[in-house]
Structure formats: C-alpha cells, structure tokens
Nanobody, 115 residues
Framework: VQLVESGGGLVQPGGSLRLSCAGS????????MSWHRQAPGKERELVAL????????NYADSVKGRFTIFRDNVKNMVYLQMNSLKLEDTAVYYC?????????WGQGTQVTVSS
C-alpha cells in the first residue's frame, strides 16, 4: 500500500489549491480515506474524511464550507479541494487510508498560505 500526495504549494489568502492523493496497492473506495494536517508546533488534526461505502463526508469545523474531499474510483485517487484559504491553513497535509485495524499514511505535502 502506498499513498503519494501532490498539489501543495504557496498561495495567497483567499486563493485555492487542490491536493491529490494517489493510491497504489489497494482500492481507495474500499478504505476510509482522509486528509489530515499538521502545523508547526501543533498536533496533527483531521481535516476531512470520506467513507468507503456510502461516500459520505465529514469535515473539521474550521474548514466546513471551504474544503471538499472527493475521490475518483477510476483513477484510484482522492482529492482535497481547498478554497478561500486562510493563513491558518498553513500546514503539511497528509493523506490517510484506513480499513479495520490497518492504516497507511502518505509522506505529506506542504501548503503555505501567505501574502
């Protein structure tokens, strides 16, 4: 199982980015897929989650209405569309796959929101 994130970068406040998570060695639609982030000096936190069966989604209160998690089962990828970015969204963003007692993480991608 391997997860590879991409799409991070430097963006101004109010801007948008789309993060991608490519899965290999497993089927993303069979796992609970989620995005997490970790800012300097802070604990890693859950940002968004998409369930394996119904595809229902959940978001941290801090990103509701601004971020959208979705997956492409054909490409075996999961995305995080981030709009109206704020300075406090700056962090390393990680993709996670979880099923039963197994969990896998990507290496992370840096998102920096700065003017």
């Amino acid at each position: 199982v391997q997860l590879v994130e991409s799409g991070g970068g430097l963006v101004q406040p109010g801007g948008s980015l789309r993060l991608s998570c490519a899965g290999s060695g497993f089927t993303v639609s069979s796992y609970v897929m989620s995005w997490h982030r970790q800012a300097p000096g802070k604990e890693r936190e859950l940002v968004a989650l998409i369930s394996s069966t119904s595809g229902s989604t959940n978001y941290a209160d801090s990103v509701k209405g601004r971020f959208t998690i979705f997956r492409d089962n054909v490409k075996n990828m999961v995305y995080l569309q981030m709009n109206s970015l704020k300075l406090e969204d700056t962090a390393v963003y990680y993709c996670k796959a979880r099923r039963n007692w197994s969990a896998y993480w990507g290496q992370g991608t840096q998102v920096t929101v700065s003017s």
